[in-house]
């Protein structure tokens, strides 16, 4: 029997990245900067990884996209991408993977008691998730959700280790909180393997079709509509 084949997309910020697994391995990844996402720009590296590997999009069994939070641009190219090949092979199975989840998969061999996962969510907030072990594993303990830097440090469990993009934005200094290595902030296309995988052994598949971005909160812009919405109904 061959072994499964899956691929990983990470468009969710700055730094992209696709990954190649044959079985529970992971055999290849491509990184790329996404501060331009373009569609093309993905596609063309899938199409390279995939070759490099004797492979064509047939022959995928599984992909593993991450799902957010993330940009707002950067997540519908990956998910777009990955509902169109979906679409395109009848036998492909999807995992929408949590962006957070994928961040905390960088801190899998660091020394930490409790982990969170920092995202810039503007306007002053920052959306945080916490993680912790079970059974050698690392899960979600909460959030993520969005608050103040200051909300968040009022409620963390300590000691704590941050991790996570939100760090270069958000002032989160505190005597029993410590900030990981720079290597570990960013989502890569093996942490969204990596995560993909176990998600796809435990059978949680999501529809092609019902692929959707996870946002702690809408777009400004269409919170903006929103309001504007609510004023003219009052007026």
């Known amino acids: 029997m ?11 910020c ?3 990245g696709v990954a190649l697994g044959r079985g529970d391995s992971l055999a290849a990844t491509i990184a790329f900067d996404a501060s331009r996402r373009h569609a093309t ?11 490099g590997a004797g492979l064509r999009p047939g022959d995928v069994d599984e992909a593993y996209v991450s799902a957010g939070p ?3 641009t950067g997540l519908r190219v ?34 930490w008691k409790h982990l969170a996962v920092i ?10 998730g916490l993680f912790e072990r079970r059974g050698g594993r690392i ?13 968040f440090l009022a409620g963390a469990p300590r000691p704590l280790m941050l991790i996570g993009e939100g760090l270069a934005y958000s002032d989160l200094t505190d005597e029993k909180v410590q900030i990981g290595d720079s290597s570990l902030h960013l989502p890569t296309a093996e942490g969204v393997w990596r995560v993909g995988r176990r998600m796809a052994q435990a059978g949680q598949f999501t529809d ?8 702690v909160r809408q777009p400004k812009v269409l919170r903006q509509w929103q309001a504007g919405q609510t004023g003219q109904d009052r007026a």
């Open 208 to 215: 092609c079709k019902r692929l959707l971005p996870i946002y």
């Open 119 to 128: 995202m810039d969510a503007r306007e002053g907030s920052i959306c945080a």
């Open 41 to 51: 720009q993905l596609i063309s590296h899938l199409d390279g990884l995939l070759r």
């Open 139 to 151: 899960v979600q303990a909460a959030g993520p959700r969005v608050l103040t830097p200051q909300e």
């Open 70 to 72: 993330g940009s707002f």
């Open 78 to 111: 990956g998910l777009t991408v990955t509902r169109t090949l979906g679409q395109a092979v009848p036998h492909l199975r999807c995992v929408a993977v949590p962006t957070a989840l994928a961040v905390a998969e960088n801190a899998r061999d660091a020394d």
């Open 2 to 12: 061959k072994p499964n084949v899956s691929i990983a997309i990470e468009t969710s």
């Open 14 to 16: 700055r730094a992209g």
